[in-house]
């Protein structure tokens, strides 16, 4: 067999593992599912001593808690759905540059149109926002919401600006409130 063949077979399983993985993991968690896939690093399926090793890496020990408390659901759906028989499952943190891979993590949306980043906004803005993320305990969760009150900030300035050109070209003149 081929390289070109071999490799694309390898790439392919990857593929109907990582498929199987994501539809049990949604039946499982529902509305979770995004969560747990976005923190899933990696996931492999084995053969191992004459039966079947699933291997799943996640960044955060939290992770692993939850997969470790519906793991025989997890085997079961994939058995039922997919015939995937594993006997055995195991569950890992992920260590070094292996915790930034999220290969089931949805792509962030692009907006168009922006004209400001966080450069733009002030130093006190930006340490505002530190401030009050600064009360939350999780490190993945304190830098989403941090992310998410910059994003908010830089979308305000956006709308802020838009209404005043609005109000510009209609002869309105106010000054410019700056963040």
Do not use: W
Request: charged share 30%; hydrophobic share 40%.
């Amino acid at each position: 067999m081929g390289r070109n063949r071999k490799a694309a077979l390898i790439n392919a399983r990857i593929m109907e593992v990582h498929a199987h993985y994501r539809a049990v993991i949604e039946q499982v968690y529902a509305d979770a599912a995004p969560m747990i896939l976005e923190h899933t690093n990696a996931v492999f399926i084995m053969n191992e001593d004459g039966g079947r090793r699933m291997v799943v890496y996640v960044d955060e020990a939290l992770f692993k808690a939850e997969l470790n408390a519906q793991r025989e659901m997890i085997k079961c759906l994939l058995n039922e759905r997919f015939s995937e028989c594993v006997e055995r499952f195991d569950l890992m943190v992920s260590r070094g540059e292996h915790r930034h891979r999220h290969p089931f993590a949805l792509p962030e949306p692009v907006e168009q149109g922006l004209r400001y980043g966080v450069g733009d906004l002030s130093r006190a803005a930006r340490d505002n926002a530190a401030a009050v993320a600064s009360a939350v305990q999780s490190d993945t969760v304190r830098e989403a919401f941090s992310k998410a009150m910059i994003s908010d900030i830089l979308r305000k300035m956006e709308e802020n600006d838009t209404e005043a050109s609005k109000r510009a070209s209609e002869g309105i003149l106010e000054p410019k409130n700056t963040i």
